[in-house]
């Protein structure tokens, strides 16, 4: 099984930019047959699902997050990234890292998730 | 976007009793659906894929079937540890949506 941690700040000031990390284990993010995803839940809410790449860098973002959003690879590392600019207080949330099967688009393995607040 | 409308939004049932709850999507999305279990306090868990195909390890008592927009999830025997929040996933269409869970309590 593929374990995911996520990392990063966090706290983050209104207007600045959030972002976070996920270390990969039990996999290599360039042989593997999986996208690597971030999923969203702010606290008391619902799951909101912002994108996904594949190693070659080939990615597909939530709309609702308006372009604000970017993943990355760092595959010499085994790990990816998310960075969500323009923050507001509507992106307090907890972060989930995921793996992402690539013929279901299901959500197989997860990270424990971080909580990211967004506070002056 | 596909919206996932799940009811009932929460649930008490008592131990041994079985349980069923019901996503509807706003179209068709054939069988291109994921059942999801969030304990408090936890990142989800995969339960039942396309629909109806449980997931590795998973137990039995979990089953999952519809097609089209109207789609089932059932808990034959209920278990105090399947205290949690359910959630549907359609991935028809992105972006990938998820329904409003569905909270299960134990009467």
């Known amino acids: 099984q593929v374990q995911l941690q996520e990392s990063g700040p966090g706290l983050v000031k209104p207007s600045q930019t959030l972002s976070l990390t996920c270390s990969v284990s039990?996999?290599?993010?360039?042989?593997?047959?999986?996208?690597w995803g971030w999923i969203r839940q702010p606290p008391g809410r619902d799951l909101e699902w912002i994108g996904y790449?594949?190693?070659?860098?080939?990615?597909f973002y939530n709309p609702s997050l308006k372009g604000r959003v970017a993943i990355s690879v760092d595959t010499s590392n085994n790990q990816f990234s998310l960075k969500v600019n323009s923050v507001t207080a509507a992106d307090t949330a907890v972060y989930f890292c995921?793996?992402?099967?690539?013929?279901?688009?299901?959500?197989?393995?997860w990270g424990q998730g971080a909580l990211v607040t967004v506070s002056a | 976007d596909i919206q996932m409308t799940q009811s009932p939004s929460s649930l008490s049932a008592s131990v041994g009793a079985s349980v069923t709850i019901t996503c509807q999507a706003s179209?068709?999305?054939?069988?291109?659906l994921h059942w999801y279990q969030q304990k408090p306090g936890q990142a989800p868990k995969l339960l039942i894929y396309?629909?109806?195909n449980l997931q590795t390890g998973v137990p039995s008592r979990f089953s999952g079937s519809g097609s089209g927009t109207h789609f089932t999830f059932t808990i034959s025997s209920l278990q105090p540890e399947d205290i949690a929040t359910y959630y549907c996933?359609?991935?028809?269409?992105?972006?990938?949506?998820f329904g409003q869970g569905t909270r299960l309590e134990i009467k």
């Open positions: 995921v793996t992402v099967g690539m013929a279901r688009l299901e959500f197989d393995s």
């Open positions: 039990g996999a290599s993010i360039s042989k593997s047959v999986y996208y």
């Open positions: 790449i594949y190693y070659t860098g080939s990615s």
């Open positions: 179209q068709d999305i054939t069988n291109y």
């Open positions: 396309e629909a109806s």
């Open positions: 996933q359609q991935y028809d269409n992105l972006p990938i949506t």
